[in-house]
């Protein structure tokens, strides 16, 4: 059996879309999903993605977003 080194040297050289999949399936063996819990996301990103195109909501860009985590816990 390959060793955990060589699974990641190997898994590193796959295109992003499998190295994607690939790390999407080692993460839900260690924290299965829940259906409840996806339908909830997918209920809310739904409601958001229509709050946005109705214009009700305006969205900040990620750099803005991440500025004002940083200042907040370099305080």
């Not at 990103?45 to 900040?60: F, N, S, T, W």
């Amino acid at each position: 059996m390959p060793s955990a080194r060589e699974i990641i040297r190997e898994a590193a050289s796959l295109p992003v879309e499998e190295r994607a999949l690939v790390v999407d399936s080692l993460l839900r063996t260690l924290n299965p999903p829940d259906a409840g819990t996806d339908n909830a996301w997918l209920d809310t990103a739904k409601r958001r993605l229509a709050e946005l195109r109705a214009g009700r909501v305006q969205a900040v860009p990620g750099d803005q977003v991440f500025a004002g985590i940083e200042k907040k816990f370099a305080e």
